[in-house]
T-cell receptor, first 111, second 113 residues
Framework: GENVEQHPSTLSVQEGDSAVIKCTYS??????FPWYKQELGKGPQLIID?????GEKKDQRIAVTLNKTAKHFSLHITETQPEDSAVYFC??????????FGKGTRLSVIA | DAGVTQSPTHLIKTRGQQVTLRCSPK?????VSWYQQALGQGPQFIFQ???????QRGNFPDRFSGHQFPNYSSELNVNALLLGDSALYLC????????????FGQGTRLTVV
C-alpha cells in the first residue's frame, strides 16, 4: 500500500439513518481492505474486511463495497445507533506490505 | 482468548529517557506489528516482527527498536525520548506471516515531558 484518502473527516447522522464513509487508494496491487472502529481510549477494533476478489461483504448492519477499477471502497452502516458513534478508519495492504491507514472519520449518531 | 494485551496502559517519561512497551499477541497469531498514533491521526506503521526478526520497517528513526520472543510476544523500545514521541502506541497481531486480520491491543499512552 502507498496512500489512502478517507472522506469525510466528520459525519453526523440522525439515529436510524445510514452512514457512508469512502476511501480511495493508489496502489493497484492492494488486495486487502479492512475497516476499524476506534472508541475513545481504546485500540482500533476490526469490524469488517474485504479481499480483492470480492465486490461486497455484509455483516448485519455493516457492509463494505469495493470497486477495484476505480480504486475505492466504502463502509455502509444502516439503521445507525448511538453506540455506532466512534472514529472509523479504512486501511489497505498489498502482499506482505504493512497496513496503511486513512486519517479517520469521526461519526456522531444523534439520538 | 484474551486478545492482544499491552502493558503498561499509561506512561509518563522525561525527555532523553528510554522506554520499553510490551505486547502479547492474540492466540494463534505469530506476527506482531507496532504502530504510533498521534492525536487525531490514523496509526502509522513502525515495524513488524515475524519469526523473531524485524521483517518490515516504516519511516521511524533508529531510536525505535524492537524484539520478538519465542512465544511471539514483543517489545518496543524507544531511546532518547523526544516530546514528539508522545502518542498512543498500538500493537497488532495478525495471521501467521501476514498482516491480514490484524487485531489491536488497547494501546499504551506515552507522554514525554
Amino acid at each position: 500500500g502507498e496512500n489512502v484518502e478517507q472522506h469525510p473527516s466528520t459525519l453526523s447522522v440522525q439515529e436510524g439513518d445510514s452512514a457512508v464513509i469512502k476511501c480511495t487508494y493508489s496502489d493497484s496491487a492492494s488486495n486487502y481492505f479492512p475497516w476499524y472502529k476506534q472508541e475513545l481510549g481504546k485500540g482500533p477494533q476490526l469490524i469488517i474486511d474485504i479481499r480483492s476478489n470480492v465486490g461486497e461483504k455484509k455483516d448485519q448492519r455493516i457492509a463494505v463495497t469495493l470497486n477495484k477499477t476505480a480504486k475505492h471502497f466504502s463502509l455502509h452502516i444502516t439503521e445507525t445507533q448511538p453506540e455506532d458513534s466512534a472514529v472509523y478508519f479504512c486501511a489497505e495492504l498489498s502482499g506482505n506490505t504493512p497496513l496503511v491507514f486513512g486519517k479517520g472519520t469521526r461519526l456522531s449518531v444523534i439520538a | 482468548d484474551a486478545g492482544v494485551t499491552q502493558s503498561p496502559t499509561h506512561l509518563i517519561k522525561t525527555r532523553g529517557q528510554q522506554v520499553t512497551l510490551r505486547c502479547s499477541p492474540k492466540s494463534g497469531h505469530d506476527t506482531v506489528s507496532w504502530y504510533q498514533q498521534a492525536l487525531g491521526q490514523g496509526p502509522q506503521f513502525i515495524f513488524q516482527y515475524y519469526e523473531e526478526e524485524e521483517r518490515q520497517r516504516g519511516n521511524f528513526p533508529d531510536r525505535f527498536s524492537g524484539h520478538q520472543f519465542p512465544n511471539y510476544s514483543s517489545e518496543l523500545n524507544v531511546n532518547a525520548l523526544l516530546l514528539g514521541d508522545s502518542a498512543l502506541y498500538l500493537c497488532a497481531s495478525s495471521l501467521p506471516g501476514t498482516g491480514l486480520e490484524a487485531f489491536f491491543g488497547q494501546g499504551t499512552r506515552l507522554t514525554v515531558v
